[in-house]
């Protein structure tokens, strides 16, 4: 009851007489609603169907310490800590259990003969408003179905082929802008936030293969405003969805959420249906995400009205702050392990005579640069939790175990990706585990950075043709060292809402030895042939020592 209501109510029985009977009357509501909380926990904990999954007691008993953990950003290293500490299942809320099992991907977003495909729940997806389009991204099976049907044709070898001079495009700008801090134009120390101008490089090229147009961030070095706002997003959405599971208290929602975010939404949203408007008004031969989706849909039409606005503005947002993330977290990692640097640098600078030659095409084989991308995506995700799945009505096995129908399940890919079960030194950055695997050590098919199944990411291809270029073009024409070398951290330090904030500083310079064989190398990489246990002395060898900050990190993430 507010204030308000309370001392209309106490004014209304004017005798003392009554106001004791009212205080009574209080005390027994509210033990009767504290009751009422105690059976509930107590049925949750005690009588549940999942009454047999681990778990910590106040997370099994109510939905709020997940909701309270998603909203202060550190729920990814909850999960790491009750892995560790209860398995590889684990029930993080009354209805949800969170898997780090390789097996849980195929049961959960694969499509198993003789079982019902477990879908996306229509509370988490809820839309905005009931005369929202559906998205590739909604929770509607049928409308999926025909709009990846026509995107996938986006997404295509062929087209990623006529799309690559135009993300080459972007790379040469990028590059072009680099200069500029690493001759000491922009800024005497030649430092750099180089995050931002990956960002700025994903959204250019988001934008121009979306819109038709780019957010042309690059060429004047700041963020577009409708890619500030698309920045925000993660935030605003974790809070939404993480209220949203939670019935009592999605009716909360529109008090909680700042009006101004709303607006911000609002208009966004307006500004990318225009955007999206203006490109689809023409037909044309561009070579980007729309001609051939435009294509397809004109001999089987698919995409209606305004789903293809929505679907755009969806697209834009998805290849945008995922690739940035992998990106950071990649260059990150690099600078903090100069051996790895050295190494890749080594591989680029030895392929390559001449920065023209580097294109997507040409990327394709190098095997360390490979490696080394997987490694970052494995250690820092870009999908940092697990987007939840419904067993259907009637329940379906998970891993082997009975899951009731109506419980969300989801597989943790930071936690899953850190457990000591399945990695050998799981928390460091050592791309060699991917060059020679032992599989009795390292369980390389948990590793699934873009999802698996009919929902799994359409623009994989595309990532990695970005990941490799940007990485190949960057190490070919800078040295690059952090700007502050105390600024160490692990990447799962930081705090997370759906995506990591990213921030790396750092120092570019133009390489003294004409490129080519790089005076970077101090340590010489050991062959390539070595065995998988030696990535392990290699590491330890040739690592910058342990800093204090990565203990620090062993202590967070247990
Ligand atoms: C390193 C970069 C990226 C990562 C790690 C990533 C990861 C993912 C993951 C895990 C999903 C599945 C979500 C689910 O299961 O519910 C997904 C879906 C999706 N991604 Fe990506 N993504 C990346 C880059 C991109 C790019 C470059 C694009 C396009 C330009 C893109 C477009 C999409 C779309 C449209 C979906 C929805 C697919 C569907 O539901 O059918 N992503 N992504
Ligand atoms: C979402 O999940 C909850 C919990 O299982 C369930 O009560 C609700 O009906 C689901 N919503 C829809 C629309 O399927
Ligand atoms: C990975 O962990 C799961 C249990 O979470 C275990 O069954 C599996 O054997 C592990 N894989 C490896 C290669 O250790």
Redesign the pocket.
């Known amino acids: 009851m507010n204030p308000q209501g309370l001392l209309s109510f106490v004014e209304s029985w004017e005798n003392a007489g009554a106001i004791s009977k009212g205080i009574a009357l209080g005390v027994v509501l509210g033990g009767g609603y504290f009751a009422s909380l105690v059976l509930y926990a107590i049925y949750n904990v005690f009588l549940h169907p999942l009454r047999r999954y681990p778990g910590p007691l106040l997370w099994r008993a109510f939905r709020v310490p997940y909701v309270i953990s998603i909203h202060r950003g550190d729920i990814h290293r909850k999960m790491k800590r009750f892995h560790d500490e209860y398995g590889s299942v684990v029930r993080i809320a009354p209805n949800e259990l969170s898997y780090v099992d390789g097996r849980a991907w195929k049961d959960v977003?694969g499509n198993r003969p003789g079982h019902l495909p477990f879908e996306?729940n229509r509370t988490w997806f809820k839309k905005l408003s009931p005369d929202e389009p559906h998205s590739?991204?909604g929770y509607d099976e049928e409308a999926?179905t025909r709009?990846?049907r026509t995107?996938v044709n986006s997404?295509s070898e062929k087209s990623l082929r006529d799309q690559s001079p135009v993300i080459e495009g972007y790379v040469e700008l990028l590059i072009n802008k680099l200069n500029a801090f690493a001759t000491g134009q922009q800024r005497a120390d030649n430092t750099v936030d180089l995050n931002q101008w990956l960002n700025y490089f994903?959204f250019d090229v988001?934008g121009d293969?979306?819109f038709g147009e780019s957010f042309d961030c690059l060429r004047h070095g700041k963020a577009h405003a409708w890619v500030e706002i698309a920045q925000d997003f993660g935030k605003a959405l974790s809070l939404i969805a993480s209220i949203n599971l939670y019935p009592p208290f999605h009716k909360l929602l529109r008090y909680v959420i700042p009006k101004k975010i709303m607006q911000r939404s609002f208009d966004h949203r307006a500004m990318s249906a225009a955007k999206a408007r203006e490109r689809l008004s023409f037909e044309s031969e561009r070579p980007d995400?729309v001609t051939p989706a435009q294509k397809y849909n004109k001999h089987k039409p698919s995409i209606f009205g305004s789903e293809w606005e929505i679907n755009m503005a969806?697209?834009?947002f998805?290849?945008?702050e995922?690739?940035g993330?992998?990106l950071t977290a990649v260059m990150r990692e690099l600078v903090q392990n100069r051996g790895v640097m050295s190494r890749l640098t080594e591989e680029v600078r030895g392929a390559f005579e001449d920065a023209s030659q580097i294109t997507i095409a040409a990327t394709g084989n190098l095997v360390y640069m490979n490696a080394v991308i997987n490694e970052g995506?494995r250690l820092d995700?870009?999908?940092v939790i697990g987007?939840p799945r419904l067993v259907p009505a009637g329940g379906d096995t998970v891993c082997g175990q009975w899951v009731p129908g109506g419980t969300y399940v989801a597989y943790n890919q930071f936690a899953a990706n850190r457990q000591s079960r399945n990695f050998s030194h799981p928390n460091s950055f050592i791309p060699e585990r991917f060059i020679n695997p032992d599989t009795k050590t390292d369980d390389m098919t948990s590793l699934?950075?873009?999802?698996i199944?009919?929902?799994?990411?359409?623009?994989?291809k595309?990532?990695y043709a970005?990941?490799r270029l940007v990485l190949a073009r960057l190490l070919f024409a800078f040295d690059i060292a952090l700007a502050d070398e105390t600024d160490r951290w692990d990447w799962g330090e930081q705090k997370t809402y759906i995506l990591w904030p990213q921030l790396l500083r750092v120092q570019v310079r133009v390489p003294r030895t004409s490129a080519r064989t790089g005076g970077l190398l101090s340590h010489p990489p050991p062959a390539r042939s070595a065995a998988i246990h030696d990535f392990e002395s290699y590491a330890w060898r040739y690592q910058v020592k342990w800093s204090s900050s990565a203990k620090k990190t062993e202590e967070l993430l247990g």
Do not use: D, K, N, W
Not at 448 to 451: E, V
């Open positions: 977003y996306r590739i991204m999926h709009m990846r995107f997404f994903t988001s293969l979306s995400f969806i697209i834009v998805a290849g945008s995922t690739a993330s992998a995506l995700p870009p999908v987007v699934q950075p873009f999802g199944g009919r929902h799994s990411c359409i623009g994989t595309l990532a970005e990941m």
